[in-house]
T-cell receptor, first 120, second 110 residues
């Protein structure tokens, strides 16, 4: 079956521009996550959606970052007034369900290939 | 201090070697623990969950020491295909966000 897909795979933009990054989760997955990975680091949590609502947006670095998931499936991460420090790989993940303490396979997060964002 | 800390690596080992990765975490409320594998310029993929009793999957053995807040991964009989970055990951309580370490790079050579 199809995995998580992300578009575009690469995005080059100029400082100050607006960008949108798209994530298509695995069909039927209710939970969706955005992470950001800088060179030489592990992924860093940004935001988690359960259905259409953002259940945890504590990882968004500032108000230039915003994400939506209007129909509970596809999500868009939006970055306003991009800065060079925003350059990173933006990873999306989905799981069948979210939350809970159990190590159930239902909570396993499957990652997409990422969007490599370069801000010049 | 980072919430999850790992050996920085890289580890360069010959085929057939046994290699161990260590990881510590700072949040004692962490409930779930994992090792992810990430190939160069690819997405992370779950390698295995880590349980308090320790668990094994083929050549891979994971251990958790809650008292010391320490997680380990042992790879026996290393293969060239094991070359990758290994990420130590924790998840706290009811929250579903994964907290990743910076990763340890492994290079297995002939």
């Amino acid at each position: 079956g199809a995995g998580v897909s992300q578009t575009p795979s690469n995005k080059v933009t100029e400082k100050g521009k607006y960008v949108e990054l798209r994530c298509d989760p695995i069909s039927g997955h209710t939970a969706l996550y955005w992470y950001r990975q800088s060179l030489g680091q592990g992924p860093e949590f940004l935001i988690y959606f359960q259905g259409t609502g953002a259940a945890d947006d504590s990882g968004l670095p500032n108000d230039r970052f915003f994400a939506v998931r209007p129909e509970g499936s596809v999500s868009t991460l939006k970055i306003q007034r991009t800065e060079r420090g925003d350059s990173a790989v933006y990873l999306c993940a989905s799981s069948f369900r979210g939350g809970g303490q159990e190590k159930s396979s239902y909570n396993e997060q499957f990652f997409g290939p990422g969007t490599r964002l370069t801000v010049l | 201090r980072k919430e999850v800390e790992q050996d920085p690596g890289p580890f360069n080992v010959p085929e057939g070697a046994t290699v161990a990765f260590n990881c510590t975490y700072s949040n004692s409320a962490s409930q779930s623990f994992f090792w992810y594998r990430q190939d160069c310029r690819k997405e992370p993929k779950l390698l295995m969950s880590v349980y308090s009793s320790g668990n094994e999957d083929g050549r891979f053995t994971a251990q958790l020491n809650r008292a010391s807040q320490y997680i380990s991964l042992l790879i026996r009989d290393s293969k060239l295909s094991d070359s990758a970055t290994y990420l130590c990951v924790v998840k706290s309580g009811g929250y579903n966000k994964l907290i990743f370490g910076a990763g340890t790079r492994l290079a297995v050579h002939p």
